[in-house]
């Protein structure tokens, strides 16, 4: 019975590193360029394959099947279901329509993105969980895409209509019904089972993510206005014309790099919330992320990305993952003799839409 | 006998069993009794970054991780199973050969397809390019401050304009031109045919003949509609570099729809300079300006007084000076009068650098009673 050996604590490992991760990463980087981002695809698998692989829980790795293939026939699919209709409202109908006519059709079809965007994720993490296999057990998302989506873009419009105070529930409730569909093998995760309060106390570090928003753009402007005053102060004007761009693109950043320090609180007591709701067959879950860790691994992922001019983003994708799951922990176990394999059938095509909305950064991670 | 990890694919439980790699396959002491996976239905299950984890097809989720003697004992009889995983070069090829082909047939066929598309264009869709064009020049240029040369010199450039125009055989309604304020010497044509030209640019012309060069170039463009053609065919090069990046280049599809910094290709650059030569002939005009403006442009960029704005949308000026070289005819008059050449540079609030002297006599002179002594 898990019961019995609550004390048990089984932490999991994510051993990827520079020296296995790095060449890989180089590889898909130059490949991606030769092929004009064709590659993207196979790469993605390759990364995630890496990343699973990697990972280990009780002494056994993450297995990863999912193929390049599958994920350019899900994009080639996604050509005629949505860029074309995409090209036609953003680049022919403004000059064939009334402008009036193009720019309501225009927002219609932005409108229709919001839930479009949420069945997308849906499917990546559906497609994901079905070529995620741990001890040979095959792991699953039951429930529906589009119901997902309906109740997802309802809480978009929450977040929206209160100017964001609506996130933390939002963020808990897209949790709850996504880990209450997720599988390993037949056995479903429960997700705050007798919990009634979903947010906790989230609200206090949300607002200092909150007010990090104004606090950033405030930064970026002192710092574009302090470039600024240099150059007039100092008569630098032998810079060439463009670096009040670089000015400006810097000021951004730092900007970009304050309200990630105001809203890494928040994004740790989250991550460390939706982790500790979790159980399943009555083994709990603990995530320890902290916020200056969690900063750390966002400033070295952001430096990388735009270092290597977004090329070596999956790297990025690794520092992060790789901090969130060593810093996570099983506390008993479930009786694993009970979990059998799932029934659920695995879609036979990758993530289409997704890779237009760019939902996983090229990492691949669920 | 070795030693391995094993699930059974049935449930999520790992047991230590005995194996033993023979002849025709790797043995497996299950409790109830031995099982045998043939080598040719074992396959590799992991990344080749930890220990070797094997499976058997068809897949039925059971997956054998061996220990590193183990790995040492199948690696002899089966080698097969460690053999370096292909690297996909033939993929990559495969990839590269299919992005190139998608490529020279999007560019290949947005060339064919815009010139017709273009010429086709009913008048509202044409009417609503100029309009954005016209929203999107707003940003870079203003309106030139008035000044009390502006009637005269606008006169005069609509004069010459004109000439160079009925010269060409290009209807007035097709075409109108216009001075503005800018940071850049350039001049461009819109898609909806008015002809802009910089203060800057201006400024920077010698001479009437270099003017007249200038406006009979981007007549050319006018005439044979390369404005459009070359919207249309960036736009569809556009929405395939969109289409091919995932949506991620959607900001790139929205740049090419750039009026300003609108390249031509050399091809519409030349026919343009083609079109000049003839119309300024036909007009009575010396086709040795336009090539003495490239020339100076190309010197004034080879010593690094660089014209980047002139030169980005109308490149390689040295090439094309000698591409005009035989179009000159000397001895022709000059575009302008002195006086109206005087108006035009004096236009947009610039100050005439080298005003001609005021005439001397008021009346009408003709050459045959004696000119006007020359200082
Ligand atoms: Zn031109």
Redesign the interface.
């Known amino acids: 019975m898990a019961a019995t050996d609550e004390a048990e604590h089984h932490a999991f490992s994510q051993?990827a590193s520079f020296g296995?991760f790095m060449p890989l990463a180089l590889?898909n980087a130059l490949?991606t360029v030769?092929?004009?981002?064709?590659?993207?695809f196979?790469a993605r698998s390759d990364v995630r394959?890496?990343l699973?692989?990697?990972t280990r829980i009780m002494?056994?790795?993450l297995?990863y099947?999912g193929v390049g293939a599958e994920l350019f026939r899900g994009?080639l699919i996604s050509?005629p279901v949505?860029?074309a209709p995409?090209?036609f409202i953003?680049?022919v109908a403004?000059?064939?329509m009334d402008?009036g006519a193009a720019y309501l059709l225009g927002l219609g079809f932005y409108l229709l993105a919001v839930p479009l965007i949420a069945t997308a994720f849906y499917l990546m993490r559906r497609y994901q969980l079905s070529r995620t296999?741990?001890?040979?057990?095959?792991m699953s998302l039951a429930g529906g895409a589009f119901e997902y989506a309906i109740a997802s873009s309802g809480w978009s419009m929450l977040e929206a209509i209160t100017l964001g105070w609506y996130h933390p529930a939002a963020r808990m409730r897209r949790a709850r019904l996504i880990w209450e569909n997720t599988r390993?093998?037949d056995e479903p995760f429960q997700f705050a089972e007798g919990e009634t309060d979903l947010v906790g106390n989230l609200y206090p570090t949300f607002a200092l993510a909150w007010f990090g928003a104004p606090i950033g753009l405030l930064a970026a402007s002192a710092v574009n206005f302090l470039g600024v005053r240099a150059i007039v102060t100092y008569n630098l004007y032998f810079l060439p014309p463009w670096s009040i761009f670089v000015l400006a693109g810097f000021a951004l950043l730092f900007g970009l790099a304050v309200f990630a320090l105001c809203a890494s609180w928040f994004n740790a007591a989250a991550m460390n919330r939706i982790a500790g709701l979790l159980t399943l067959d009555g083994a709990r879950f603990r995530l320890n992320a902290k916020p200056m860790g969690l900063y750390g691994v966002t400033l070295a992922g952001a430096a990388i990305f735009i270092l290597s001019l977004g090329l070596l983003a999956p790297v990025a994708g690794m520092l992060q993952v790789r901090y969130i799951l060593n810093r996570l922990e099983m506390i008993g176990a479930?009786r694993?003799?009970?979990?059998?394999?799932t029934r659920a059938i695995a879609p036979s095509q990758g993530e289409g839409l997704a890779?237009?909305?760019?939902l996983d950064f090229g990492v691949g991670v669920i | 006998m070795a030693r391995a990890r094993y699930v059974n694919g049935l449930a999520a439980v790992a047991v230590e069993i005995e194996v033993e790699a023979q002849r025709d396959g790797l043995a497996l002491q299950l409790e109830g009794g031995t099982q045998l996976w043939p080598w040719d239905e074992i396959a590799r299950a992991d990344d080749r970054v930890g220990p070797v984890v094997l499976k058997r097809k068809p897949e039925s989720g059971a997956r054998l991780t061996l220990d590193a003697e183990t790995a040492a004992d199948v690696r002899a009889a089966a080698p097969h199973l460690f053999r370096l995983r292909s690297q996909r070069f033939g993929l990559v090829i495969a990839l590269m050969a299919f992005a190139a082909v998608m490529t020279v047939t999007t560019v290949y066929g947005a060339a064919r397809l815009a010139e017709p598309i273009a010429r086709n264009a009913p008048p509202d869709f044409v009417a609503r390019v100029q309009m954005i064009a016209e929203a999107q020049l707003s940003y870079l240029v203003s309106p030139c401050p008035s000044g009390p040369r502006d009637a005269e010199g606008l006169a005069a450039l609509f004069d010459l304009t004109d000439r160079i125009g009925e010269a060409a055989g290009v209807s007035p309604a097709r075409y109108d031109i216009h001075v503005v304020e800018a940071d850049f010497s350039n001049a461009f044509a819109t898609p909806g045919g008015r002809i802009i030209v910089t203060d800057n640019l201006i400024d920077l012309l010698d001479t009437p003949d270099e003017l007249a060069g200038v406006i009979a170039h981007e007549m050319g463009h006018v005439a044979e509609d390369h404005v459009m053609v070359s919207l249309i065919k960036n736009m569809g090069i556009g929405v395939f570099i969109d289409i091919v990046l995932g949506g991620q280049g959607a900001g790139l599809t929205l740049a090419s729809f750039n009026v300003v910094s609108l390249r031509h290709d050399r091809g519409f650059e030349s026919a343009a300079d083609r079109f000049a030569v003839r119309a300024l002939d036909q007009a009575g005009l010396d086709p040795g300006g336009l090539a003495a403006f490239f020339r100076r442009v190309a010197e004034m960029s080879g010593a690094g007084l660089g014209l980047p704005e002139l030169l980005s949308t109308h490149p390689d000026p040295s090439r094309r000076a000698e591409a005009l070289a035989g179009a000159a005819r000397p001895g022709r008059p000059a575009a302008m009068t002195a006086q109206d050449w005087s108006a035009v540079k004096s236009m947009c609030g610039l100050e005439d650098p080298a005003p001609p002297p005021p005439a001397p006599f008021d009346g009408p002179l003709s050459p045959g009673l004696g000119a006007p002594p020359k200082p």
């Open positions: 051993g296995n590889k490949f030769l092929t004009l981002t064709l590659y993207r196979w394959r890496r699973w692989a990697t002494g056994d790795p297995e099947s994009f050509i949505f860029f995409a090209i953003y680049y403004p000059f064939l402008p296999r741990w001890r040979g057990i095959r390993l093998g479930p694993f003799a009970d979990i059998g394999q890779d237009a909305f760019d």
